[in-house]
């Protein structure tokens, strides 16, 4: 089965999406909720549902990366990282940074990944950060979600395409059958070609779904799926992305 969410605590519709965006007939009857509970990071059974995690691979220009779980010792720095994408006011329907207790409750709750260079000295840099967990509750918990930031002095290497291909891998080996993207804001041309060249479907268009910095108008989001049943069951990530 797939992993089960921990119980969230019901909060007001956060940020940019929130004051125009209704469901089920009330305004904001659903949020990005954000928990005081800070979860364990990755438990070792997540990490012993993936055997292709860790993955080496390069980003564009050659350089050695690799992807591989988040630890604890690295919410600080990937805290941090969040709030300057949130700042940025463009990507994410969050309008105020969350502090690092906050971060970890909302982004560790279940699989937590992230992406790093290699250094021949043995250090790392952290390039990019993804997460894997259900996007519904209960009969529908097989359906998962992603969330992905590339830090912005490495945007241009193709690390949200690595990131991509190794969501699709991790979400297929933690038995999610259906990974759905609610949010894909469609100013956000460089995300939607990660996406398209991926092989996820457009499967629809949100509205006026963003109250988005800099834009004088409200700003649409596209919803992408990907049937995760087509990939099969490699213990390695490939190369190049699967064949739809």
Request: net charge positive; aromatic share 10%; hydrophobic share 40%.
């Given at each position: 089965?797939?992993?089960?969410?921990?119980?969230?605590?019901?909060?007001?519709?956060?940020?940019?999406?929130?004051?125009?965006?209704?469901?089920?007939?009330?305004?904001?009857?659903?949020?990005?909720?954000?928990?005081?509970?800070?979860?364990?990071?990755?438990?070792?059974?997540?990490?012993?549902?993936?055997?292709c995690?860790?993955?080496?691979?390069?980003?564009?220009?050659?350089?050695?990366?690799?992807?591989?779980?988040?630890?604890?010792?690295?919410?600080?720095?990937?805290?941090?990282?969040?709030?300057?994408?949130?700042?940025?006011?463009?990507?994410?329907?969050?309008?105020?940074?969350?502090?690092?207790?906050?971060?970890a409750s909302?982004?560790?709750?279940?699989?937590?990944?992230?992406?790093?260079?290699?250094?021949?000295?043995g250090?790392?840099?952290?390039?990019?950060?993804?997460?894997?967990?259900?996007?519904?509750?209960?009969?529908?918990?097989?359906?998962?979600?992603?969330?992905?930031?590339?830090?912005?002095?490495?945007?241009?290497?193709?690390?949200?395409?690595?990131m991509?291909?190794?969501?699709?891998?991790?979400?297929?080996q933690?038995?999610?059958?259906?990974?759905?993207?609610?949010?894909?804001?469609?100013?956000?041309?460089?995300?939607?070609?990660?996406?398209?060249?991926?092989g996820?479907?457009?499967?629809?268009?949100?509205?006026?779904?963003?109250?988005?910095?800099?834009?004088?108008?409200?700003?649409?989001?596209?919803?992408y799926?990907?049937d995760?049943?087509?990939?099969?069951?490699?213990?390695?990530?490939?190369?190049?992305?699967?064949?739809?």
């Amino acid at each position: 089965r797939a992993p089960t969410t921990p119980q969230l605590e019901r909060a007001r519709p956060l940020g940019r999406c929130a004051a125009h965006w209704a469901h089920a007939g009330r305004v904001g009857s659903m949020s990005y909720a954000v928990s005081s509970h800070r979860p364990e990071v990755n438990s070792l059974n997540i990490r012993e549902s993936c055997p292709c995690i860790p993955w080496r691979c390069e980003l564009r220009d050659g350089t050695a990366a690799v992807v591989t779980w988040m630890e604890e010792r690295d919410v600080p720095e990937a805290a941090a990282a969040f709030a300057k994408v949130v700042a940025d006011g463009l990507y994410w329907p969050f309008e105020e940074p969350l502090d690092e207790a906050a971060f970890a409750s909302y982004w560790c709750q279940n699989a937590s990944l992230v992406l790093r260079v290699e250094e021949g000295t043995g250090a790392s840099e952290m390039v990019g950060m993804f997460y894997v967990k259900p996007n519904y509750p209960g009969r529908c918990a097989h359906v998962c979600n992603g969330g992905f930031v590339t830090v912005p002095a490495h945007r241009g290497r193709g690390a949200a395409s690595l990131m991509g291909r190794a969501f699709l891998y991790v979400a297929r080996q933690l038995n999610y059958k259906t990974s759905v993207f609610n949010l894909v804001f469609a100013n956000n041309t460089a995300s939607m070609r990660v996406w398209d060249g991926l092989g996820f479907t457009r499967a629809g268009v949100i509205p006026r779904a963003g109250r988005l910095e800099g834009c004088a108008k409200l700003v649409d989001a596209i919803v992408y799926t990907y049937d995760l049943t087509t990939l099969p069951l490699h213990a390695a990530i490939p190369a190049a992305p699967a064949p739809r």
